[in-house]
């Protein structure tokens, strides 16, 4: 050194290292030469001012040129970045999860500032990896790297996982193998195992791709074959997403509960003329198991038949009719007059007009008949100012297990309402299925199949899925009595099902008309819901004049098709 080592030079050391006879030295002083400045600290850190393109281009080509050189070259390509030891780290493990053969990057494609960091080039360039052995292939794809210097202008890779993949993210590695068929890729069919598409079946257009690309549904897939790719997976292996695939698998099949002669029967009833172009909807299940046999709908409104929210008009008088016969111990013969009409916190709650007044009228006869100023006044009498004033929710929900349904494959239902505190005139409105009570086809469907079997069994589309119980059981009396009034309306000529269930064997059924819209534009809904010895159906008919004589026509064809 110039002038050697300068006096008062106090507890430092220093070391000269001959290096390789090239007259060349390396310094190593292990102690501050007295009055000279500290080290800064911040001269290690990320400059607020990016590097110079040609700079941040040099140190990219540096980096892919140590790494293209396989695991020999890993611990110098991590040594042109801001953290050396993750990212020997991650290229060894992005080596060995893929089964890495050879790796090599095209020229540098682009280097631009990053707009995403303002401290920061963004190098792109491409990758091509040859992997996992005899069932891989080659796998090429574009990607990145953020370039950065400190603030003493060492330039250096900013290293985080995406740069081995733009779709990594921390934590996640790479894997080539075996990979599952593609989501969406499985059949979907009907318990009998013919496929079920939108072509024949056009109301489970959107309920099919559903069930096929589900978390449940592909839990369902049986045969089929896995292919061979490259998954994005956690640290601990498990699937994340398919990066690249090799050799597609084969998609097996999801096998459903739909009935492909009940869901033909329900496309054509949900359009018959009968209906004169209104918008019908339908549901059917398997009385004894929840098990759903047909979904179909018409109209523009969507699927109504499982995401309506509609007041069901007097079908609800089968909740109603249990809450009377489980809380206000009342029976089929207690007494139910049949008024004209009838005044309940200041409303007026009227009959239809070809129902005879009749003040002997039994609570199965009001049902029969379907007379809303028997339900009123028992219920309003018995229920509301009664033993419970919530009972008709409380039956609703721990009776027939009317809540949050989930009836598996992804396919989202709406919920039934019936509030459990209704205010003023909607506590008398929800006894008829006016008020706020809302419901579907699938709901009511369910409420039948519930008496005709004496259980709830929550529907369901994927076999196998859970099916939560209702939180109380049927009381045998009551389901006896529900079957009695029921079974009246469907096979006495006083029943307005009468028409259209006295000829099929074992009916019982429960018609309702809901009136809906604005006080000065009423129109009003036709509902029916039924069972026989196997099944239960329900419908929806949109603008529908009368339970029977729009939505009866569609339940009756479903129930026709059973026998």
Known sequence: ??????????????VLLAAGGYGA???????????SPKPDPSATLVSATPPTVPLAEKQAQAFLAAWATGPT??????????????????LTGYSSGLGLSSIAFGTVLTAVPDPAAANAVKVSFSVTAKVGGATGGTWSYPDSMDVVQSNSGVVSVSWSNAVLYPALKPGQLLKAGPIPAAPGS?????????PLTAAKYPSLADIIPTISHSAEGLKAVTGGTGGSGVEVTTAAGAPV???????????GVIKTTISA???????????????????????ALDRSNGHILAIAFSGHSGDTAINAELAPGSTMKIITSAALFDDAKLTPSSPAPCTADVVADGQVFHNDSDITPNPNTTIEQGFAESCNASFIKDGYDDLVHGSDASALAKEADNVFGLGNWDIGGGVETANPQVPTDPVGSNAAADLIGQGTVTMNPLILASLAATVRDGAFHQPIILPGQPQPPAAQAMNPTTDRYLQQIMDFDANNSMGTAYPRMNAIPGSGAKTGTAEVGPTNNVTTNGWFTAYDNNISAAALVQGGTTGVGTAGYIVQSLLNADH
């Not at 110039?2 to 006096?7: C, D, M, R, S």
């Not at 030295?25 to 009055?35: I, K, P, Q, R």
């Not at 499985?186 to 013919?194: I, K, L, N, Q, Y």
């Not at 997403?241 to 998609?251: D, N």
């Open 73 to 90: 070259g890993y611990a110098k390509a991590a040594a042109d970045t801001r953290d050396p030891a993750a990212a020997q780290q991650d």
């Open 261 to 283: 002669n009940l869901q033909s029967v329900a496309e054509q009833a949900v359009v018959a003329p009968t209906l004169d172009g209104k918008p019908g909807s339908v549901v």
């Open 25 to 35: 030295y390396n310094l190593v002083s292990t102690g501050n030469v007295a009055g």
């Open 1 to 14: 050194m110039n002038g050697g080592v300068k006096a008062g030079m106090i507890g430092a050391c220093v």
């Open 186 to 194: 499985a059949t979907v069919v009907a318990s009998d195992g013919s």
């Open 241 to 251: 997403a398919t990066a690249k695939v090799f050799t597609p698998g084969t998609g």
